[in-house]
């Protein structure tokens, strides 16, 4: 598991998973996924669009409705396991104990009431003996905090009135306003231009530093992680399919689908004129998912391994790197040989990773 033995984990997750019921069918969004993140480490969960991984993030702050939503598995934060307990409990500790950063922040921030408004009233929630004005210096304290100037005169103004980088900066503020443990941020660059998304990833970094959070970092960019994050989770059609330390999975990936995403991504560093290579097919259908391993459509390997891929739902294995899991039917040998001389030989566009050293390469 991601997991370091020195560190006792303040999140973990255990067997999750989480099935909505359809007219279509039954939805098997998250299919036995489990991890586990320390206070100060950052996870970065990575994974195409459909892959569970925003599905994932809601079920650990309870964010699923109970009607035709089925939860099932181990939540725990701070040795406290959430699935089963009433939704009143869990409401305290969301905000307090946990938070989360929204992917859109513009929907996310009520567009009638000014966002300092909307962040004293998070302080409120947990802080009931608070009275306005102390609620108030401590939105324009959080507000100064992650960087955006003026917060006294920025307190007074509407959503539609900050930047998108702005919101964002707002949209953390308000997450840590209450200093919780576990931080969950879900695409929080997604439609920033470049710079921005640098500053708001240095926020981060710098705010995780200080109140010392354990932090899920939700996204499809591997460049993201290769800056920020810890240790890496791979899902692919509701399942984890490899996770490990950042330099392991970016450095030596041993399933198929992760060198997919690499190849995917563009490189300073690579040539210019060289072609993406884009992962052929499309993600699979949740009702309706392929037998055996999920990934095998799409696959260019899967014919290695016999039957087994279209058959067998291959198990997340440890291998020969202590903390390096990986769920694939290709023999450890065959994979980094693969890597090695198919795959890693044509620039693997490693999102800022040096791929030799599993070193992150400066900004």
């Known amino acids: ?106 929907s996310a921030l009520h567009p009638y009431y000014t966002v300092g408004r909307q962040i004293a009233e998070a302080y409120r929630v947990h802080h009931p003996r608070a009275g306005r004005r102390e609620a108030r210096t401590r939105a324009v304290d959080m507000l100064d905090r992650v960087g955006i100037p003026q917060p006294a005169q920025r307190y007074e103004q509407y959503p539609h009135e900050f930047s998108g980088g702005m919101r964002q900066r707002a949209m953390i503020a308000m997450a840590l306003v209450n200093d919780p443990d576990l931080l969950i941020a879900d695409e929080p660059t997604t439609a920033l231009d470049v710079t921005v998304q640098a500053q708001i990833l240095d926020l981060l970094a710098d705010l995780q530093a200080e109140f010392h959070s354990a932090v899920v970092l939700i996204t499809h960019d591997l460049g993201v992680v290769s800056q920020v994050a810890d240790d890496v989770l791979v899902m692919y059609g509701g399942r984890a399919v490899e996770q490990g330390s950042v330099a392991q999975v970016l450095r030596s990936p041993q399933h198929p689908y992760t060198w997919g995403l690499l190849s995917s991504v563009p490189s300073l560093h690579g040539d210019a004129d060289a072609d993406l290579v884009p992962i052929k097919g499309n993600p699979p259908s949740l009702i309706n998912l392929p037998s055996g391993c999920a990934f095998h459509p799409r696959c260019r390997y899967a014919g290695r391994t016999g039957d087994r891929s279209r058959t067998e739902v291959p198990e997340l294995r440890a291998t020969a790197e202590p903390g390096h899991d990986v769920a694939c039917h290709l023999p450890e040998a065959a994979r980094q040989r693969i890597f090695r001389e198919e795959v890693g030989a044509v620039d693997p566009r490693s999102g800022g990773v040096d791929l030799a050293s599993g070193e992150r390469r400066p900004s």
Do not use: N
């Open 1 to 106: 598991m991601v997991q370091r033995a020195e560190q006792d984990p303040y999140l973990r997750v255990r067997d999750l998973r989480v099935r909505f019921d359809t007219e279509d069918g039954v939805v098997r969004a998250v299919d036995g996924v489990s991890f586990s993140v320390a206070r100060g480490r950052t996870l970065g969960i990575v994974g195409e669009s459909g892959s569970g991984k925003s599905v994932t993030s809601l079920a650990i702050l309870g964010l699923h409705g109970a009607r035709r939503t089925t939860v099932s598995g181990e939540i725990s934060i701070g040795g406290r396991q959430l699935v089963g307990l009433p939704e009143e409990e869990v409401r305290r500790l969301r905000g307090r104990d946990m938070a989360m950063i929204f992917q859109d922040p513009l």
